[in-house]
């Protein structure tokens, strides 16, 4: 059976602009109703395009139920027969940004060498607007507030797509009811310890009470906008990132840097950290970063922020890590 949301999901897929008629799609299940109704709706659109589906399930090792949690994830799958794929987590993670960043290392770890070219998340609409309070109470700038993108190039061979961004838990609760899916309940959403939980359970209804009953619609909307604003933004911060930093070296040139608006010096810093795998120390770099380069008598000297080094030498700023040697 066909619903309305097979639709929906079918026009986010194609309007990536990254599936064609040989993809690779590796389906990041936990158990849930939003990953349970992604998987059914993505098995039956795979029957008109003939892609190649296969599935991957974390266990963090958090609750003590999670091994049960496994079984009924793979169970489900074993009736679809298609590949299966699993990361259990070898050491204890202590916070959620420190889960996310391991989660994401095994799905791309899996996509890599399994030959998946798309990963498949999915985060739905109320999980944008959580993300967007997340990372605004976090200091973040606008590119954070609308980090939970449609699309994501990851690698040369690997893309991310989210296609359920614009459908709602309301939605997904009822396909799942409808289609008599086995959803697993995670405890842990639950907990007031996790700051998401609390986004979720008491500052969004909080707001739709007394502020907006529509305040979800109406973000997801300002959210569409800042994309776009993001898109043109970063069209040009990647033009001006090739005449400031050197294309071998990854050296920023400190004087025409400096000539640079101050947005557009922001997002060639975030380029660069990007290019450096500084990734997730970005918005603790910069404004060190931007001190560093205009202090003028640290000119032909270097500075050392934690583990990150960096030296200004004549007109260049480099950017390295010190790794500790095992002795």
């Known amino acids: 059976m066909i619903t309305y949301l097979h639709h929906r999901v079918t026009q986010a897929l194609f309007s990536s602009g990254y599936l064609g008629s040989n993809s690779a799609l590796l389906i990041t299940v936990s158990g849930g109703k939003d990953s349970l109704a992604l998987l059914k709706i993505i098995c039956e659109i795979s029957l008109t395009y003939k892609w190649r589906i296969g599935v991957i399930h974390c266990d963090h090792k958090w609750r003590e139920d999670s091994k049960l949690n496994t079984y009924s994830v793979y169970d489900f799958i074993q009736d679809l027969q298609i590949p299966f794929y699993l990361g259990v987590s070898q050491y204890k993670l202590h916070t959620e940004e420190e889960s996310r960043l391991w989660r994401y290392t095994v799905f791309f770890n899996i996509a890599d060498q399994y030959n998946y070219n798309i990963i498949l998340t999915a985060h739905n609409l109320n999980d944008r607007v959580e993300t967007m309070f997340y990372n605004l109470f976090r200091g973040t700038g606008v590119t954070g507030l609308s980090s939970l993108a449609l699309s994501k190039q990851i690698s040369n061979n690997i893309s991310l797509l989210r296609p359920l961004l614009s459908i709602s838990q309301f939605e997904l609760a009822w396909f799942c009811r409808h289609f008599f899916l086995p959803v697993w309940s995670d405890s842990t959403n639950f907990n007031p310890i996790y700051c998401r939980n609390r986004i979720r359970q008491d500052l969004i209804p909080y707001i739709k009470h007394f502020f907006n009953p529509r305040v979800?619609?109406?973000?997801?909307?300002?959210?569409?906008?800042?994309?776009?604003?993001?898109?043109?933004?970063?069209?040009?911060?990647?033009?001006?990132?090739?005449?400031?930093?050197?294309?071998?070296?990854?050296?920023?040139?400190?004087?025409?840097?400096?000539?640079?608006?101050?947005?557009?010096?922001?997002?060639?810093?975030?380029?660069?950290?990007?290019?450096?795998?500084?990734?997730?120390?970005?918005?603790k770099l910069l404004p060190y970063v931007k001190k560093f380069i205009s202090l003028t008598q640290y000119n032909n000297s270097a500075i050392k922020y934690g583990t990150i080094l960096m030296v200004k030498k004549k007109y260049y700023l480099y950017i390295c890590e010190q790794r500790q040697q095992n002795n």
């Open 216 to 283: 979800e619609e109406h973000i997801n909307s300002f959210l569409d906008k800042i994309t776009l604003q993001n898109i043109y933004l970063n069209k040009y911060g990647n033009l001006y990132f090739r005449r400031v930093v050197h294309s071998e070296y990854l050296a920023l040139h400190t004087i025409s840097f400096k000539h640079l608006h101050p947005l557009m010096q922001n997002l060639v810093l975030m380029h660069l950290l990007q290019y450096l795998n500084f990734s997730g120390k970005i918005e």
